[in-house]
C-alpha cells in the first residue's frame, strides 16, 4: 500500500542478471538464459515487498542488430530507476562496455551497486580489479545466484540505500511508531503538496486528448513542462484554490505484446506513475470493448492503495444513449469489485465532465484521508456480527472483538479477536460493506488486518 522503490539490474549479457532475480525473488521469474542475450523482454517483480527489481536485456556487441534500443533500454533502466545495480560476471575483466555502464549509473547521483556474480567460481577475480569502475569498495558485492553467497549482504545494503526513499518522496506523509509497534501518520510533520492525478490506460483510450483538455480546462496553469522521462508528461494546475498535477502516461498493453526497448521501460514507469499518484483515472474508450487488460489495471491500482475513478472516454462517438446505458451496465457487471469506483463519461472533443474529474479527484482524496471514530467503527463491527455470525473454516467460529483503524491513505482497520486467521473471506467482504453503509468512501479501497488477541500479548 506505499510507494515503492525500484531498482534496476544492468550489465552486459551473460553475467547472470536473470539468475539473480530469481534468487533475491526465491523462485523463478526471469527464463534463465541458455546463450548470451537471451533476455529481451524486461522482468520485474517486487523483492520481500521492499523494491520491485526490474532484469534488464544485457548490453551486447555493437553488431547487433538490438543494440540501438538496449542501450536506450539501459538509459531509461537509469532514468525509471531508485537505486541501481551493476552487475558482472567476476571471473572476466572489466572492458570498456563496463566502465560505459558504470559511468551512466554514477552520472545519476542515484544509489549504484557493484555486484560480482558468479562468485563462486574458481576463476573469480579479485575485487581490486574492479575498481576502476569508479564505484566505492563498500559499495562492491560478491555473489553467487547459484549458492546464494552474498544475496543478504547485497540485499540489506541496498535497503540501507534506499531507507530515505519514502522520506525523500514529497508526497508522503511523515509516519511516527506507536506503542503497540502500529503506525499513524503525524499531521504536524504532513509536506503541503499537489494532488497527483494519474491517467491510466491502454493505448489509443485518449489519455493525451485528455490531459490536453484538463490543461486547458483548469483554473490557472502554474507550470506545464515534459517528463524527466519520456512518455510522461506533467501539468500543474489550480482548482477551487486546489494544487494538481495531472500525469499522462505511456499506454499499458498486455506484456507479451509490449516491444523491446522503449516501449517497455514505458510500461514500467506507468506503473510508477501508479505509486506516485494518488487518485488514478482509469480510461476506457466507449468505442471499444473492455478488456480483461483493463481490470487488471484496476487491480493493480487498488492493491497500490490509490483513488480510483473509472474514465468513459469518446462518448461524442456513440449517438444512442441506449449504448451508453449498455456499456455502463457492462462497467458494473465486470468491475463488480470495484463497487465504490465512480463511473465519468466525458469528451475530450467536446469537453464534456472534463473538470468534473478534478472535482472527483479532490473528494476521492478527501474520502483518502477519512478518520473513523474507534466508537463508530465497534458499533458498525457488532452490528455485521449480530446481523450475520462470522463464518470460519474447518468448523471453527472466529470471534471478532473490537476494531480500530490505524492509518489512512487508503483507511487501514484493524479488527483483533480470536481465530481471525480462519475467517472467511466472504465475512471480510460483508464487513466492509457495512463500512461502506455508513461511510460510503467514494473512490477509495479500505485495507484490513486481522489479528488474533493473544498474539499481542
Not at 574492479?130 to 540489506?156: H, N, V, W
Not at 502500529?182 to 489509443?204: H, M, Q, Y
Not at 494546475?237 to 486546489?242: D, E, H, I, S
Request: hydrophobic content about 35%.
Amino acid at each position: 500500500m506505499k510507494k515503492i522503490p525500484i531498482v534496476a539490474l544492468i550489465g552486459q549479457t551473460n553475467a547472470g542478471k536473470s539468475s539473480l532475480l530469481n534468487r533475491m525473488a526465491h523462485r523463478n521469474i526471469a527464463i534463465v538464459a541458455r546463450e548470451e542475450g537471451t533476455t529481451r523482454d524486461n522482468v520485474m517483480t517486487t523483492i520481500d515487498d521492499s523494491f520491485i527489481l526490474i532484469d534488464t536485456a544485457g548490453l551486447k556487441d555493437p553488431s547487433d542488430d538490438f543494440e540501438a534500443s538496449i542501450q536506450e533500454q539501459i538509459e531509461d533502466a537509469i532514468e525509471a530507476a531508485d537505486a541501481i545495480l551493476v552487475t558482472l560476471d567476476s571471473s572476466k575483466y572489466p572492458d570498456h562496455r563496463d566502465k560505459e555502464i558504470a559511468k551512466k549509473a554514477l552520472k545519476s547521483r542515484k544509489p549504484v551497486l557493484l555486484v560480482l556474480n558468479k562468485s563462486d567460481l574458481g576463476e573469480a577475480l579479485p575485487s581490486e580489479e574492479f575498481l576502476s569502475l569508479g564505484i566505492k569498495p563498500d559499495e562492491i558485492f560478491r555473489t553467487s545466484a547459484t549458492t546464494g553467497q552474498g544475496i543478504r549482504d547485497l540485499k540489506e545494503s541496498l535497503n540501507s540505500s534506499l531507507r530515505g526513499f519514502r522520506s525523500a518522496a514529497a508526497r508522503d506523509l511523515a509516519r511516527e511508531p506507536r506503542g503497540d509497534g502500529r503506525e499513524r501518520r503525524d499531521p504536524k510533520r504532513a509536506v503541503e503538496l499537489s494532488l497527483k492525478i494519474a491517467l491510466i490506460g491502454r493505448p489509443n483510450v485518449g489519455k493525451s486528448s485528455l490531459f490536453n483538455s484538463l490543461g486547458k480546462k483548469q483554473q490557472a496553469i502554474v507550470s506545464s513542462r515534459q517528463g524527466t522521462t519520456r512518455d510522461v508528461n506533467r501539468v500543474q494546475v489550480k482548482y477551487n484554490g486546489q494544487a494538481l498535477e495531472i500525469l499522462d502516461t505511456a499506454g499499458l498493453r498486455k506484456p507479451g505484446r509490449r516491444e523491446v526497448g522503449i516501449e517497455k521501460f514505458s510500461a514500467i514507469r506507468s506503473l510508477a506513475a501508479i505509486e506516485e499518484a494518488d487518485v488514478c483515472a482509469l480510461l476506457i474508450d466507449a468505442t471499444e470493448p473492455h478488456s480483461k487488460l483493463d481490470q487488471s489495471l484496476a487491480g493493480q491500482i487498488v492493491e497500490a492503495g490509490k483513488g480510483i475513478v473509472i474514465v468513459l472516454t469518446k462518448t461524442d462517438l456513440i449517438d444512442d444513449s441506449a449504448r451508453i446505458d449498455e456499456i455502463l451496465d457492462d462497467l458494473e457487471r465486470d468491475f463488480d469489485f470495484l463497487p465504490y469506483a465512480p463511473v465519468l463519461i466525458t469528451s475530450s472533443e467536446t469537453g464534456k465532465n472534463v473538470t468534473k474529474l478534478f472535482e472527483l479527484a479532490c473528494e476521492i482524496d478527501k474520502n483518502r484521508h477519512q478518520e473513523i471514530k474507534t466508537s463508530d467503527l465497534n458499533k458498525i463491527l457488532n452490528d455485521a456480527i449480530t446481523s450475520h455470525i462470522p463464518a470460519g473454516l474447518k468448523n471453527t467460529r472466529p470471534k471478532p472483538k473490537y476494531m480500530v483503524q490505524t492509518d489512512t491513505c487508503p483507511p487501514w482497520f484493524v479488527v483483533y479477536g480470536h481465530d481471525l486467521e480462519l475467517l472467511h473471506w466472504s465475512w471480510k467482504r460483508f464487513l466492509e460493506r457495512k463500512i461502506r453503509e455508513k461511510y460510503p468512501l467514494i473512490g477509495t479501497p479500505i485495507a484490513f488486518s486481522f489479528r488474533d488477541v493473544d498474539s499481542q500479548k
